[in-house]
């Protein structure tokens, strides 16, 4: 399957929605303790001056999306045979790579290392479940790419107006 970075990036987003979903879901199931705000929304307190509620809520939004389409782009370079097990393990890397990776090594959070477990298994679970959806999205997607929305003769092309 040959790499289309839209439909990927697109895919990253519909990625990013179950994940959302299932962060929602899960985060109400953590001990009270490990109920803070999530890593998108950390992100955003750490990485700049403070916002009004609304506009923070938006922009965290906007850097979830954002994130997820970024790492969706790149998934087909990484794992070209796309699978949704492939995907979310890839879901899983992209997890390893940022909590344990490039955000401490940046000072904007701890380590993943010094949250609670159960807050780690969410987020991994909740990679887990990106990464397999935007797998499927993307092949989904390339498959449309090369049916339905190919170049065909198009009978409404021919009709007179």
């Not at 809520?57 to 794992?79: D, F, N, R, S």
């Amino acid at each position: 399957m040959s790499f289309r970075p839209i439909a990927a990036a697109v895919a990253g987003v519909a990625g990013t929605v179950a994940m959302t979903t299932a962060m929602r879901r899960l985060n109400r199931r953590l001990p009270a303790s490990a109920r803070y705000p999530l890593p998108p929304r950390e992100l955003v307190e750490a990485g700049g001056p403070d916002l009004p509620e609304p506009v923070a809520e938006e922009v965290t939004l906007l850097g979830h999306a954002g994130y997820g389409a970024a790492t969706g782009a790149i998934m087909p370079l990484l794992i070209p045979r796309t699978s949704v097990l492939n995907g979310a393990l890839y879901g899983g890397l992209v997890w390893v790579l940022s909590y344990l990776g490039w955000i401490p090594a940046s000072g904007l959070l701890k380590n993943a290392a010094c949250h609670p477990p159960s807050r780690n298994l969410a987020m991994i679970a909740v990679h887990l479940v990106w990464g397999g959806v935007t797998a499927l999205a993307y092949k989904e997607l390339t498959s449309a790419q090369h049916e339905i929305f190919a170049g065909h003769h198009a009978p409404d092309a021919d009709q007179e107006s």
